[in-house]
């Protein structure tokens, strides 16, 4: 592929002036349904531009090039109202991952799918007796010759709903400590056993479910990064998680209104000259640099080859604050209609529902206590938790 940034600017110009919506017009109203069909849509048309899966190898979909023409597709992305949100964690996690641990054959098999969004992949990590704590998961996969069995409940699954596939982590030997009996698999949503059940929240929506696995046969070649290898794909995968929610580059933090929106917002309420309104707005906007900042160091480390490090957690926990700030500062600037509007009242909803939203940013990706344990005992050097079953194997420690 040899187009220079100038010919790649012009091409992505081209393809989202014919392809989205700028994000000046009113916004686009998407039910669930309507949004993944685009969102498939989308990145089929993106991969037949030739704009797909940037920095993805050639043979597998990609187009080989460097992340600076990552940064021009998603300068110019910016300007616009994308279908992303449904591939956030197929794009932003799943492909990075299958791109490091998968076999030559998986990569060949499923790449280029996941890049066009023919196939879209959710993480099945959480289970409701492992949140922050995954390793001590219960799920098991137990061989039988070309084959292994799951079985197992997984929870939070972010998209299963809509998704064709799942990188589920499972124990597959008890006998090891909790770290160290995991591996990683490709589970075909669609196969005999897999229950998929959604979960209703505040906000309405039913973004994530519980997936119960009974029985679920997969071959041995949907292992990931190799038999008890689980849990260096899954950290692998954490990292990934922690970059696309904290550099924002998956959409993960579309649909927050930023400093310049509510300064604006301030303005047509008369709130402007509000020495607290004023206050509140400044100290958004700094938090707001701040992460743009903690970005630009993260993708920057990335040109240069270095894997996403602890960065991530500074990176996802700034960005989960900012979140409920900027939701905090909106509600307060909306004062009544956040909490009572009228049906046909165009935007009333979203300040409720940005107020109940945000907290799940503290949450999703490690919680905001579990990253500051991150950067705690990583970039600050300080002693680790006391673990009084280190080293001990799984099934001997004690589980409610
Ligand atoms: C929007 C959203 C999307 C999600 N999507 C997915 C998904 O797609 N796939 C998936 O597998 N999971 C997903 N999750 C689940 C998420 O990863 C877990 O909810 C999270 O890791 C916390 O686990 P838990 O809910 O079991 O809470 P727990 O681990 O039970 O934690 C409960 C409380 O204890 C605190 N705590 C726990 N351990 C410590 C500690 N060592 N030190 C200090 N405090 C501690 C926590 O901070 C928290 O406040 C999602 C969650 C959300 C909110």
């Not at 991969?47 to 300068?75: C, H, M, R, W």
């Not at 109202?81 to 499923?110: K, Y």
């Not at 949907?222 to 954490?238: F, I, K, Q, R, S």
Request: some cysteine.
């Amino acid at each position: 592929m040899t187009l220079t940034l100038d010919e790649f600017r012009e091409r992505t110009k081209e393809f989202l002036a014919d392809n989205a919506v700028p994000r000046n017009e009113p916004p686009v109203e998407w039910n669930e349904e309507s949004l993944v069909a685009e969102c498939r849509r989308f990145h089929g048309a993106l991969a037949d531009a030739g704009l797909g899966g940037i920095t993805y190898p050639e043979e597998y979909g990609g187009l080989s090039l460097d992340k600076s023409y990552v940064e021009v597709f998603n300068q110019e992305l910016s300007q616009y109202q994308a279908p992303l949100v449904p591939a956030a964690i197929s794009h932003g996690m799943c492909l990075p991952v299958m791109n490091d641990f998968g076999t030559p054959e998986q990569r060949t098999r499923h790449q280029a799918a996941i890049i066009r969004c023919d196939e879209i992949w959710c993480q099945m990590f959480s289970e409701p007796g492992a949140g922050s704590d995954v390793a001590s998961l219960a799920t098991r996969a137990v061989r039988d010759g070309d084959e292994w069995v799951l079985n197992g409940q997984k929870v939070w699954t972010s998209g299963a709903q809509y998704c064709d596939y799942g990188l589920c982590v499972a124990r597959t030997d008890p006998t090891q400590p909790k770290h160290r009996g995991l591996s990683m698999f490709i589970v075909d949503l669609s196969l005999p056993g897999v229950d998929i059940r959604p979960l209703r929240q505040i906000n309405g929506s039913s973004h994530f479910n519980e997936v119960y696995l009974t029985d679920v046969s997969v071959g041995h070649d949907c292992l990931v990064g190799g038999e008890g290898e689980g849990w260096n794909v899954a950290v692998a995968m954490l990292m990934y998680e922690r970059v696309a929610i904290g550099a924002g580059g998956t959409g993960a933090m579309a649909g927050r209104k930023g400093s310049k929106q509510l300064i604006r917002e301030a303005q047509q309420r008369g709130r402007a000259g509000d020495p607290v309104a004023r206050e509140a707005l400044a100290d958004l906007y700094i938090r707001e640099r701040i992460q743009s900042f903690i970005g630009m160091r993260i993708r920057q480390a990335a040109e240069s080859g270095r894997a996403p490090g602890p960065e991530g957690s500074i990176a996802k926990l700034n960005a989960a604050i900012l979140s409920r700030q900027a939701a905090d500062v909106a509600i307060e600037l909306a004062g009544p209609s956040g909490q009572a509007w009228e049906a046909e009242d165009g935007d009333g909803g979203q300040w409720a529902d940005a107020v109940i939203s945000s907290p799940g940013m503290g949450i999703a990706g490690g919680t905001n206590e579990v990253q500051r344990n991150i950067i705690g005992e990583r970039v600050l050097g300080l002693p680790k938790e006391p673990d009084p079953y280190k080293g001990q194997p799984w099934e001997a420690v004690p589980r409610s």
